[in-house]
């Protein structure tokens, strides 16, 4: 099956830092990506659609001067907390459908743990 | 919009049987997916229903009724390792490259 490829698994990094966080997909293209966070015991909330060559789309409430997001290619989507808080520490994961495919699933990168001292 | 909801935790034997309600409200239906999320680690794929009816894999299948908005869970001989959350979604809008909109999930813990 797919596979998308995400690291860091975990980072751990003092406030007001910069963290980024990769997402592969290593054997499809993914014209979109998407980014969800999930804070402990809760569901899986998008945070921003990641197009190929374009802007990213962001869901209402996700700053996007603060979660820069990148897809400079159809396999690599980039996603960078700036200026990081104690707030913003949380699971981040990545996920993808294959270009071209119709009612496929998602595959998801393994998720990245992000603690912000 | 939509609106997925599914109860919050459950607890089963080791053995026994479970289901996992989902109900959900949405503008358009293109398919409702199930995934099994261990803590701390990726959503897993479970099933994808986008037709009425059971449709069973192993010891997990997945039930789906349109006309009521519903779908369910079914884990039969229940191990350990099932203990994990369990997230109901649906892809909305439903077409092309859309996101999935996930329930909050169901945190089910399987007792000896």
């Known amino acids: 099956g797919a596979v998308v490829s995400q690291h860091p698994s975990w980072v751990i990094c003092k406030s007001g830092t910069s963290v980024k966080i990769e997402c592969r997909s290593l054997?499809?293209?993914?014209?979109?990506m998407f980014w969800y966070r999930q804070f402990p015991k809760q569901s899986l909330m998008l945070m921003a659609t990641s197009n190929e060559g374009s802007k990213a789309t962001y869901e209402q409430g996700v700053e996007k001067d603060k979660f820069l997001i990148n897809h400079a290619s159809l396999t690599l989507s980039t996603l960078t907390v700036t200026s990081a808080h104690p707030e913003d520490s949380s699971f981040y994961i990545c996920?993808?459908?294959?270009?071209?495919?119709?009612?496929?699933?998602?595959?998801f990168g393994s998720g990245t743990q992000l603690s912000v001292l | 919009g939509q609106n997925i909801d599914q109860p919050t935790e459950m607890t089963a034997t080791e053995g026994a049987i479970v289901q996992i309600n989902c109900t959900y409200q949405t503008s358009g239906f293109n398919g409702l997916f199930w995934y099994q999320q261990h803590a701390g680690e990726a959503p897993t794929f479970l099933s994808y229903n986008v037709l009425d009816g059971l449709e069973e894999k192993g010891r997990f299948s997945s039930f789906l009724s349109r006309s009521k908005g519903y779908s369910y869970l079914l884990l039969k001989e229940l191990q350990m390792k099932d203990s994990a959350s369990y997230l109901c979604a649906v892809r909305d809008p439903p077409r092309g490259n859309t996101p999935l909109v996930f329930g909050k999930g169901t945190r089910l813990s399987v007792i000896a």
């Open positions: 996920s993808a459908k294959p270009t071209g495919v119709a009612n496929e699933k998602l595959f």
């Open positions: 054997d499809f293209q993914a014209t979109t």
